[in-house]
């Protein structure tokens, strides 16, 4: 495994990739490595020849009042595991080798951007779309593996590949959870023995929407009160958002009469987690 830190090297190393004719993946990630982000670089192994793992954690994601501080660096133990994983190349650049010294341009997906966790995170996914968008440019991968979990960044960062023609296609893999439930992320190191319990509430609420739907309910509005109504009952958990919404427009559905997106943001004492299924009438009995 090799680690580049500079945009030149990097880009010089997956030319040398793709010319060789492999095909390059790309797992774009802020470190602190768990087993949801082994299992994006599995599936980028089962499919490339060459993977590429970004480490870089990045400040325009972040708003004035968030983590960017104490966010987990765990740079050595990352790669390790990627070594143990057969990766390729890692990217690890420094913040201004990716934001040159007065870098004024930004890629925003306007609309999308303002939907889910965008609504409570005013300029977080400009951050993460300009960021992509320099690792898509600098990589120039055939495939980009993202994770499930962040089923807003997904949609957003699908949309700026379209609108932008840029040459990779995403591939969205499953959300890894915990043994009880509790979808894997790096900000879950954060919570305390009882925060870490209270947060399962989360995908308790997500169940029930589904369990719900399953049973033949299909008005929104009623299912993500169902969703609410579970969280609310958690002491120190307070609800961001619960939402079920076209997957790919993240616009509000009128009814579920096709794949919707049940999605749930909450503040589980002070750290902020996501959640989310799927919700498909096609597979209900």
């Not at 968030?66 to 990766?87: G, H, I, N, S």
């Not at 650049?93 to 609309?111: C, M």
Request: hydrophobic share 45%; with cysteine; glycine share 6%.
């Amino acid at each position: 495994m090799k680690v580049r830190t500079t945009v030149e090297a990097m880009r010089a190393a997956a030319r040398v990739a793709r010319l060789g004719g492999l095909r390059v993946g790309l797992v774009p990630t802020m470190g602190a490595l768990h087993d949801g982000h082994l299992w994006l670089v599995r599936a980028a192994k089962a499919q490339c020849e060459a993977v590429v793992v970004s480490i870089f954690v990045n400040p325009l994601q972040f708003g004035p009042n968030e983590d960017l501080a104490k966010y987990p660096r765990t740079f050595e133990r990352d790669c390790e595991l990627l070594r143990k994983e057969d990766v390729n190349f890692v990217f690890a650049p420094t913040v201004e080798e990716i934001y040159p010294e007065k870098a004024t341009t930004y890629v925003t997906v306007e609309g999308l951007s303002g939907r889910l966790c965008g609504k409570s995170r005013p300029g977080h996914f400009r951050g993460v779309t300009t960021v992509v968008a320099k690792l898509f440019n600098i990589v120039q991968p055939h495939l980009a593996f993202l994770g499930q979990k962040d089923a807003a960044q997904v949609a957003i960062i699908r949309r700026m590949v379209r609108d932008l023609n840029f040459g990779v296609e995403i591939i969205a893999c499953p959300i890894v959870r915990e043994f009880d439930g509790l979808a894997m992320s790096s900000r879950n190191a954060y919570l305390t023995p009882q925060e870490r319990k209270s947060a399962l509430v989360l995908y308790r609420g997500l169940q029930e929407v589904q369990r719900r739907f399953d049973e033949g309910k299909r008005d929104p509005k009623a299912l993500s009160e169902v969703g609410k109504d579970v969280i609310a009952k958690e002491t120190g958990v307070r609800l961001d958002y619960f939402e079920i919404v076209d997957p790919d427009s993240l616009e509000a559905v009128d009814v579920v009469d096709r794949v919707a997106l049940a999605a749930v943001a909450a503040f589980v004492g002070s750290t902020r987690l996501i959640d989310n299924v799927l919700l498909s009438p096609e597979h209900c009995k």
